[in-house]
């Protein structure tokens, strides 16, 4: 019989069956990575995958910090304090007052009809901005000669400064103006600009057409995105041009939709300029004035910082509930 006897030079194997060093079980394997998936995951968690990323962005991250969310976050505790504006270098007292300041704010009537002024605003600018901006943006997309001359007209009143077209607009509305010289004896008295009932409607149209060519550059962005076949399966199956917009462009652009909806309820809520401008700081009788405008009444000419921020942290609300109510209704679909 042969008996096998074993090499004393070959390898002895592991207890823990291990091959050997380079085997990729048990501690090798951690030892290998060096280091602990747990903390990996925490790491890519706050850092991300790239590291790099957030170091590039880090700029922008510091401005939103120090220009938006600290302001937001000091204006919501001026409007629980009595604050008030010192001189340099001084430390008053500042107590804490809870809700006082929010009270003083909404008995005051003008406050209250601030809010609906912008309330009026936002009804009238808000849908004539997606109703208009959509159509001119499908009408311009389908447009082969002077394209290029026809969006840079709409986008000239959107870089234009608000003091240079509001003259224009002074010159057309006031009693004297263009606009009544046509209307003639149609013409309302008193004239729009100093009309309780025409001023916020006046300055709701103003705004819409100032701003109406940065809605349009978003949509013909997203027409952009709309597939052709789309419309030409909606052509085979007899769908005419009405048809189309409504079941081809309407759905195809409704995330641009969503995004106009957004940023001119945003930006309608900060309305300041326009008020500021043709009707003298919110006339007549405070049938124009805005919650901002008010702010910067109470806050900076009166000395009453925490009243104008507790306005503040109210109109935020406000636009944070109204935005999610537009995601809810136009967003969900969307998804």
């Known amino acids: 019989m042969t008996s096998t006897v074993s090499d004393p030079r070959a390898p002895v194997p592991s207890r823990t069956g291990a ?3 380079g085997s990729g079980s048990g501690s090798g394997k951690r030892s290998g990575n060096g280091s602990n998936p747990a903390k990996r995951s925490v790491a890519h968690r706050i850092f991300g995958r790239q590291p790099l990323g957030l170091l590039f962005s880090s700029p922008y ?3 939103v910090l120090a220009v938006f969310a600290f302001p937001i976050v000091y204006s919501v505790w001026i409007s629980f304090h009595d604050f008030f504006f010192a ?5 008053p007292e500042r107590p804490f007052v809870g809700l006082d300041n929010y009270v003083a704010a909404f008995s005051n009537p003008a406050v209250i009809r601030s809010f609906g002024n912008v309330g009026i ?12 901006s959509l159509l001119l943006a499908s009408a311009l997309n389908k447009v082969v000669h002077a394209r290029t001359f026809l969006r840079v007209s709409f986008y000239v009143p959107y870089v234009t400064a608000s003091v240079a077209v509001v003259a224009v607009w002074l010159f057309l509305f006031n009693g004297n103006g263009l606009v009544n ?11 729009w600009l100093i009309n309780e009932n025409l001023a916020m409607p006046v300055i709701a149209i103003y705004v819409t057409w100032k701003q109406l060519g940065f809605y349009i550059l978003l949509y013909l962005a997203a027409l952009q995105n709309v597939p052709k076949e789309l419309y030409e399966s909606a052509a085979t199956d007899g769908a005419g041009r009405i048809r189309s917009f409504f079941s081809v462009t309407v759905p195809g652009v409704r995330p641009a939709t969503l995004l106009v909806l957004l940023v001119s309820t945003v930006t309608g809520a900060n309305l300041f300029t326009e008020p500021y401008l043709l009707t003298g700081g919110g006339g007549p009788n405070g049938a124009s004035a805005s919650p901002v405008l008010l702010m910067y009444q109470l806050g900076i000419q009166q000395g009453q910082p925490d009243v104008a921020s507790a306005i503040g942290v109210v109109l935020v609300i406000g636009v944070l509930i109204i935005a999610f109510i537009q995601n809810r209704l136009v967003g969900e679909r969307d998804s």
């Open 61 to 63: 991250l510091i401005f």
């Open 121 to 132: 605003f936002l009804l009238i600018n808000v849908p004539l901005t997606v109703v208009l």
């Open 181 to 191: 010289q046509i209307l003639g004896p149609l013409a309302p008295s008193p004239s």
């Open 87 to 91: 001189a340099p270098g001084a430390n």
């Open 19 to 21: 091959a050997g060093p």
